[in-house]
């Protein structure tokens, strides 16, 4: 047994929870900093994508009439969605056209092709042809930290991932709670340029700051998947994950497709139908196995958010049911009708709260300030490890100690300052991939990915100190230039977004201006002489006197 599990053994509660704190967080920190950072940047997914496509009108544009005459065609822009279909993919296993509005006038087509992957496209909702990529720029937008923040782009093994590291931060977080004894005293203490102390007493302040809002994260992510955290209980009542849920929302089963070769009926019939009950858009068409005799129709009613409105279980858009051979309406779930329960209500809850889905503006910035609260947690208690390790090495592993403390260096690098240059990559590479090139958005994502293994590369060739100091620079100069390459890239600047009113996409550019002068600010810190404390002093000039 090594001297460090004697210690925890030989120990009580306390000693051991700081043993798992100390050891379960540090291999964990890496993967939720990188949930946590990009989950901040998510929360503003739709004011990052509009910044990214700026073909798109600004949000005070896109608050139009919320009746049903709003300007667009739907049925005829249903029309030219399903013929596009047949014409292109009559093979797909699912069908959906996102109809125009004002914040996309376009119409958005998604399919599933018969090896199950998914794919998308957009045509021009007035002529039905594909939209013009020398005009607008296709992107995957905000929508990638979201993917990133909840499975990684890994799909459902991603989500499982995540997860696991997520019920590892729950156990940080209450052995955390359990070896802080003072832990509101710690939140009114910092005690600046002591070295470890310092980083400790920051690290304990924004702990104790941010651990209401990281407790209700944490346990609400995996709420919002339970069915796939626990499928037992599923599995042992129905044959699928979506027969569980017709069954628990009172909405008809999903068939399986036949092979039987069966006309689809008029969409746009059932569009007038589904919004005339609805009284509202409809924003979404979803065709399950289209021309086959199993096919069904659902149409999803636009969202509204009303002014001043703060329900958490909000009111919904309704969704409307058709069989997609007859046209006959199988079912309808008016906007703000609940289904599935007191406890599907409370699982609906917590998934809102997760989501920032209430609260407005205000609620988001709430949760993008708390989420990088947490994100700078872990990183302090990153660099604490290593802190502490440089101070005095505790020998854990051997004659192999330095080389692990010289990979954990290496992992704090590349995650805390590499995740972030990445990001900021990111934004860049939607501005100069070219626009003609195909799946655009693939290669922007491809960018951020190649960014953020070469800052490890990185980390692991220069010395510790030079790396943490180049890779700020870096990040400072990426995040100052960006207006500039917007500005030259796509004619359009920051004072003229505040002068027009466009306080999404300028909030995009302050935000990466505040980050800039912070990243400065942090290799500044590292660069600038270190004087030695007055106390260190005082016995050095006594040494001095005595010699």
């Given at each position: 047994m090594s001297k460090v599990d004697s210690g925890a053994a030989q120990g009580g509660l306390r000693q051991s929870m700081a043993w798992l704190h100390t050891w379960g967080g540090l291999w964990a920190c890496w993967v939720l900093f990188v949930i946590f950072l990009t989950g901040s940047l998510g929360v503003f997914d739709e004011p990052i994508t509009r910044w990214m496509k700026p073909h798109l009108?600004?949000?005070?544009?896109?608050?139009?009439?919320?009746?049903?005459?709003?300007?667009?065609?739907?049925?005829?822009?249903?029309?030219?969605?399903?013929?596009?279909?047949?014409?292109?993919?009559?093979?797909?296993?699912?069908?959906?056209?996102?109809?125009p509005s004002d914040e996309d006038p376009s119409i958005r087509l998604f399919w599933m092709d018969p090896q199950e992957n998914f794919h998308n496209t957009s045509i021009d909702a007035t002529t039905?042809?594909?939209?013009?990529?020398?005009?607008?720029?296709?992107?995957e937008g905000g929508h990638h930290f979201v993917h990133m923040h909840f499975e990684f782009h890994g799909g459902t093994a991603g989500i499982w991932f995540v997860g696991a590291f997520t019920?590892?931060?729950?156990?940080?977080?209450?052995?955390?709670?359990?070896?802080?004894?003072?832990?509101?005293?710690?939140?009114?203490?910092?005690?600046?340029?002591?070295?470890?102390?310092?980083?400790?007493?920051?690290?304990?302040?924004?702990?104790?700051?941010?651990?209401?809002?990281?407790?209700?994260?944490?346990?609400?992510?995996?709420?919002?998947?339970?069915?796939?955290?626990?499928p037992a209980g599923v599995a042992a009542h129905y044959d699928n994950e979506d027969a569980y849920f017709a069954d628990l929302l009172a909405r008809p089963v999903p068939q399986e497709m036949t092979g039987i070769a069966a006309p689809l009926a008029k969409l746009d019939d059932m569009l007038l139908s589904g919004e005339q009950q609805l009284q509202r858009p409809v924003s979404f068409v979803s065709i399950e196995h289209p021309n086959d005799s199993s096919s069904s129709v659902r149409l999803f009613g636009r969202f509204i958010e009303r002014p001043g409105e703060y329900r958490l279980l909000g009111d919904g858009g309704g969704q409307v049911f058709f069989n997609g051979v007859t046209g006959g309406q199988t079912d309808i779930q008016m906007p703000g009708e609940l289904r599935g329960g007191s406890a599907?209500?409370?699982?609906?809850?917590?998934?809102?709260?997760?989501?920032?889905?209430?609260?407005?503006?205000?609620?988001?910035?709430?949760?993008?300030?708390?989420?990088?609260?947490?994100?700078?947690?872990?990183?302090?208690?990153?660099?604490?490890?290593?802190?502490?390790?440089?101070?005095?090495?505790?020998?854990?592993?051997?004659?192999?100690?330095?080389?692990?403390?010289?990979?954990?260096?290496?992992?704090?690098?590349?995650?805390?300052t590499g995740l972030s240059i990445a990001c900021v990559a990111f934004f860049w590479g939607n501005r100069l991939v070219p626009l003609s090139i195909a799946d655009r958005p693939e290669w922007e994502i491809a960018v951020f990915f190649v960014v953020w293994l070469l800052t490890f590369v990185h980390a692991a060739l220069r010395p510790t100190s030079r790396a943490w100091v180049e890779q700020l620079l870096a990040l400072a100069a990426l995040c100052l230039l960006l207006p500039l390459l917007n500005w030259l890239t796509v004619g359009d600047q920051l004072f003229a977004y505040l002068q027009r009113g466009d306080g999404e996409r300028a909030g995009v550019e302050l935000v990466a201006l505040g980050c800039g002068v912070l990243s400065l600010w942090g290799a500044w810190r590292l660069t600038r002489p270190k004087v030695a404390p007055a106390r260190s002093r005082q016995r050095a000039a006594v040494a001095e006197a005595q010699s």
């Open positions: 009108p600004q949000a005070s544009e896109a608050t139009g009439d919320t009746g049903l005459d709003d300007g667009f065609d739907r049925p005829q822009a249903v029309r030219m969605g399903r013929a596009w279909f047949e014409e292109n993919q009559p093979g797909a296993h699912f069908w959906g056209i996102g109809l039905g042809k594909p939209v013009d990529s020398a005009h607008e720029r296709d992107s019920m590892a931060m729950l156990v940080a977080l209450v052995s955390g709670i359990v070896i802080h004894k003072r832990i509101f005293k710690d939140f009114f203490t910092f005690r600046p340029s002591k070295g470890q102390r310092s980083w400790l007493d920051a690290h304990n302040a924004l702990s104790v700051l941010s651990l209401p809002f990281q407790l209700m994260i944490a346990y609400t992510g995996l709420a919002t998947f339970y069915a796939l955290y626990m599907q209500d409370v699982q609906s809850v917590m998934a809102n709260l997760h989501f920032a889905a209430f609260g407005g503006h205000l609620v988001r910035w709430l949760y993008f300030f708390s989420g990088l609260a947490g994100a700078a947690m872990l990183a302090t208690g990153a660099l604490l490890f290593m802190v502490k390790r440089r101070q005095r090495s505790l020998n854990e592993f051997g004659a192999s100690t330095q080389r692990v403390y010289r990979v954990i260096e290496v992992l704090n690098i590349g995650t805390l």
